[in-house]
């Protein structure tokens, strides 16, 4: 079973991406999944990306019911017969497998019909020399997966109510065993994004040391950049420049054309382009956050305008595009798989020693550095309510939204576990002063 994303290529949808879940078998689109995901979730103007994820999830739930013989649609839909609280308990327990770790353990096996990844031939190596991977997955797609699989066979259970036929089953009972089934999986639910650190905030932004420690490294003329051409560092340099000093997601970075620059101002926009019909990859760069104007600085245009008159305009693949990062050989649009393959390149370096933030640094991780290092030098100059609304314009984020907390969450614990340094030892010094009076 596999998931894959066709392009709309004619017609008023033209551009528009469509995922589905395959059968490996003949390779053909499985009928209730696709039904759902194109009748409950694309109905929503829910982004491409979401649906690959949901039908991801769908792919992990027929994955274990097939490793413990249990045929979903036959039992649902004919027999009125929905999950028991053992097989919810079975089912969470998968969800917190890899998919991988999952096919393996039952009679499922992998899908020949994919084909492997094309790997660069250091990075081989440097795979090669990793440990093997976890076969548990962390506990936001434990998450993800199982609200996407609770909402699935909520769906396929609703379906059985108005079909089984009474002799089978009556109405009240699939109606109870459908809200048990619910709150049986609404268990799991709850419990998968509760680790022994629930409450805290796994991501962060880097230190100011390393900030700068990954910078001087990617520099184009650093003596050990890990990219061996001349395009690749200075591409990989501007790409993560633009990620960091914007605060920008990955994919609104590899969304943004030539034409989104005005140099003379020296600003740049962002736009939302779902479903772009100039964009020709399969897994499309979409901006989720909102539209906004940003000011890109001296250096950072002076980058970009070199970038794209010196290196960008060299290759012909170029021309048929407007985007500004675009693959090496080719000048086409690069791809969010290369854009990760850029910070996997840097977390593998074997030759220099990494603190270990920046073995997890990920484009993502710049965006929390952005917003730590503002609130950071922002907040005692400016009010709060300012304060969060430039993070919030800055980031393309709602105007009621509680992402500011999250995001600068190194910036406000240093400040709180200062303020309590302070406290403390205020206290420390009154209470030895009073014994050394007393004494």
């Known amino acids: ?57 769908l792919k992990h739930l027929y994955a274990w019911a097939r490793n413990n013989q249990i045929d979903l649609e036959a039992r649902f839909l004919e027999k009125g017969e929905f999950l028991n609280e053992e097989e919810a308990e079975s089912l969470r327990a998968a ?130 950049n890990p990219f061996s051409h001349g395009y690749a560092k200075f591409r990989n340099y501007v790409f993560m420049k633009v990620c960091r000093d914007l605060a920008l997601r990955k994919s609104e970075a590899l969304g943004f054309y030539v034409d989104d620059i005005d140099f003379d101002e020296g600003t740049i926009t962002v736009y939302r382009r779902p479903d772009n019909r100039e964009d020709k990859r399969t897994n499309e760069p979409n901006a989720k956050t909102l539209d906004r104007e940003l000011i890109l600085g001296d250096d950072l245009c002076r980058l970009l305008k070199k970038y794209i008159t010196e290196y960008r305009e060299k290759y012909d693949g170029c021309k048929e595009h407007n985007f500004i990062f675009v693959a090496e050989g080719t000048g086409k649009a690069l791809s969010k798989s290369s854009a990760n393959q850029i910070f996997e390149t840097i977390r593998n370096i074997t030759n220099l020693k990494l603190s270990d933030a920046l073995r997890k640094v990920t484009a993502h991780i710049l965006r929390f550095t952005w917003c730590d290092r503002y609130y950071d030098e922002n907040v005692e100059v400016l009010g709060k309510s300012d304060l969060i609304s430039d993070m919030i314009y800055q980031c393309g984020w709602a105007k009621n939204t509680k992402m500011v907390e999250k995001y600068a969450n190194r910036a406000i614990d240093s400040r709180a576990r200062r303020r309590v340094y302070d406290y403390q030892e205020r206290v420390f010094a009154r209470k030895g002063g009073n014994d050394a009076q007393q004494n």
């Open 1 to 57: 079973m596999r998931v894959k994303v066709f392009v709309q290529e004619g017609g008023g949808n033209a551009g528009e991406r469509v995922p589905m879940l395959l059968s490996k078998k003949n390779n053909l689109p499985l009928f209730y999944p696709n039904v759902y995901v194109t009748t409950m979730l694309r109905t929503t103007n829910a982004q491409s990306a979401t649906l690959e994820v949901n039908l991801y999830s």
């Open 95 to 224: 969800v917190k497998l890899r998919h991988k770790a999952l096919v393996d353990q039952g009679i499922d096996i992998p899908d020949p019909i994919q084909k492997s990844r094309r790997v660069q031939p250091q990075v081989r190596k440097r795979r090669a020399a990793k440990k093997s991977p976890s076969l548990y997955r962390s506990s936001k797609s434990c998450t993800t997966t199982l609200s996407d699989i609770r909402g699935y066979l909520d769906w396929l259970a609703g379906k059985a109510v108005g079909r089984v036929p009474a002799a089978v089953r009556s109405v009240e009972n699939l109606k109870k065993d459908r809200s048990e089934m619910k709150e049986w999986l609404k268990i799991g639910l709850n419990k998968a994004n509760k680790g022994r650190n629930s409450g805290t905030q796994t991501n962060e932004g880097l230190s100011r040391e390393d900030d700068d420690r990954l910078f001087a490294l990617v520099h184009p003329d650093a003596p050990d």
